[in-house]
């Protein structure tokens, strides 16, 4: 899926967790149940979910990652392209290597904008 697609399903767009992070992904949903000494929201059952982004620099150019998660499984929901130049400001400032990054303020406004 797009960013065009995406903009079809507002029922998703409404529940995007802006703040997570994937340090916060992994620890409410993959090591469940040790959030809970951190003050996070915890996560009560199976059933539920998150839906965040994340910027990828495993891929050359890096890509924005729109993901679904929950104790079972993690899903790429919607790979999208960075427009060049808010790409090249982030790689200004990440960290140098391969990994997977939480938004920046500036790329979260853009895509606000675009959703």
């Known amino acids: 899926m797009q960013l065009e697609a995406l903009q079809e399903y507002a029922d998703i767009l409404n529940d995007i967790d802006w703040e997570m992070t ?17 003050g996070k929201n915890m996560v009560r059952s199976k059933s539920d979910v998150s839906y965040y982004f994340t910027i990828s620099t495993w891929h050359d150019p890096p890509i924005i990652h729109f993901m679904k998660i929950n104790t079972d499984e993690s899903l790429e929901l919607a790979a999208i392209e960075i427009p060049r130049e808010l790409r090249d400001r982030f790689l200004e400032t990440a960290p140098s290597g391969k990994g997977v990054f939480p938004l920046n303020e500036e790329i979260r406004e853009w895509l606000e904008e675009q959703l």
């Not at 994937?22 to 951190?38: C, H, M």
């Open 22 to 38: 994937p340090e916060d992904a992994v620890t409410r949903y993959l090591e469940w149940g040790t959030s809970w000494s951190r």
